[in-house]
């Protein structure tokens, strides 16, 4: 089934470790985006991506980095993992920017660190 | 600061009743508004999208509307059913951003 597929679906890491999430998508969108999502405050944009190559700072950047080497991928990376980073992460994807076409989401990612 | 607010937080109402989600934002010059649904430990499914142009989307027994100049979106479901219970998520691309901007949702229960 064409989509986004986020791995892995859940993940348990202790305060200080490293993890990189992946994103992949079938769809040859050209936009891609890694949001989280927290009781009470809705989704909140990371990072994001208008291509291949690119990348730039959404909501709250803080704590994380990204890498699209490849137009079907999107990476997300954890360097030093906090217990404010607890969420569950969501990657989505669009065809064209501004949302004109909608949004595909993943089924998202389940974080804990402790 | 631009915003998207839903209220309430929750709904329950009783299986078949017609209802109504309120979605409202700060700024009318917005690029479109899309209403997403998500299940419990899923992603968002995308319901309705409404570029600024418009005033309504339909897609079977849901219908949304919007209203600029208010500030203001419906998302109207006729004859509710159980299945329909999940949290109903309004998100606005403002004009001068350079993302969606998300409500917070609202939990819909629908009882038998």
């Known amino acids: 089934n064409a989509g986004v597929t986020q791995t892995p679906k859940f993940r348990v890491l202790k305060t200080g470790q490293s993890m990189t999430l992946l994103c992949a998508q079938d769809m040859n969108h050209e936009y891609m985006y890694w949001y989280r999502q927290d009781p009470g405050m809705g989704l909140r944009l990371i990072h994001y991506s208008v291509g291949e190559g690119t990348t730039a700072k959404g909501e709250v950047p803080d704590g994380y980095n990204v890498s699209r080497l490849k137009k079907q991928n999107f990476l997300l990376g954890l360097e030093s993992a906090a217990p404010s980073q607890t969420s569950v992460y969501f990657c989505?994807?669009?065809?064209?920017?501004?949302?004109?076409?909608?949004?595909?989401f993943g089924s998202g990612t389940r974080l804990t660190v402790v | 600061k631009q915003e998207v607010t839903q209220i309430p937080a929750a709904l329950s109402v009783p299986e078949g009743e017609n209802l109504v989600l309120n979605c409202s934002f700060t700024d009318s010059a917005i690029y479109n508004l899309q209403w997403f649904r998500q299940d419990p430990g899923k992603g968002l499914t995308s319901l309705l999208l409404?570029?600024?142009?418009?005033r309504e989307q339909t897609s079977g027994r849901l219908n949304a509307s919007l209203d600029k100049s208010s500030g203001r979106s419906t998302l109207y479901i006729a004859a509710s059913q159980p299945g329909d219970s999940a949290t109903y998520l309004c998100a606005v691309w403002y004009g001068s951003a350079r993302q969606l901007t998300f409500g917070s949702g609202t939990q819909l229960t629908v009882l038998p």
């Open positions: 989505a994807s669009s065809y064209a920017g501004q949302g004109r076409y909608g949004y595909t």
């Open positions: 409404i570029q600024s142009s418009q």
